[in-house]
């Protein structure tokens, strides 16, 4: 297996050279390097070398559950308290209220580390979005 490295020079090569970034009013390149390199050591040395194993065992249903490939659920643990799943969200519903922009980067990491794990879980930043933004109060909290 050869192991993932995420191409975080590309990535910050094509925000800034052709999606011009550095026009968005909250866009601080230090910050999204800052952030892009620690979910790209994460996404390295803890949700890529799970790629291959979710390739070959698959989801499988037991008891009228959904069973995972061994290491998901473990990774998916982490991933969610070390608050990567909620960069974006208001600091108020429990996010960190980091633009949008960011997400867009771990989610694309992610996806190059292990995109069958990343399809599972990248609803969640997409629904509490919708939420934030459209729900009730009664849905917001």
């Not at 993932?4 to 009013?25: N, T």
């Not at 979910?39 to 979710?54: D, K, Q, T, W």
């Not at 069973?67 to 659920?73: A, L």
């Amino acid at each position: 297996m050869t192991p993932y490295k995420a191409p975080l020079q590309d990535i910050f090569f094509s925000l800034r050279e052709i999606a011009g970034a550095q026009r968005i009013p909250e866009w601080d390149e230090d910050l999204a390097l800052e952030v892009a390199s620690a979910f790209a050591n994460f996404a390295e040395n803890e949700i890529a070398p799970l790629n291959s194993r979710g390739d070959l065992q698959g989801c499988r249903i037991e008891n009228g559950s959904v069973q995972m490939p061994d290491g998901f659920r473990e990774v998916y643990q982490r991933l969610a308290a070390d608050g990567w799943q909620g960069l974006s969200l208001p600091d108020e519903h429990g996010g960190q209220g980091l633009p949008n922009l960011l997400q867009f980067i771990v989610s694309d990491i992610f996806s190059g580390a292990n995109h069958s794990l990343q399809m599972v879980v990248n609803l969640v930043p997409g629904a509490s979005n919708v939420l934030t933004r459209c729900g009730t109060d009664e849905q917001r909290h």
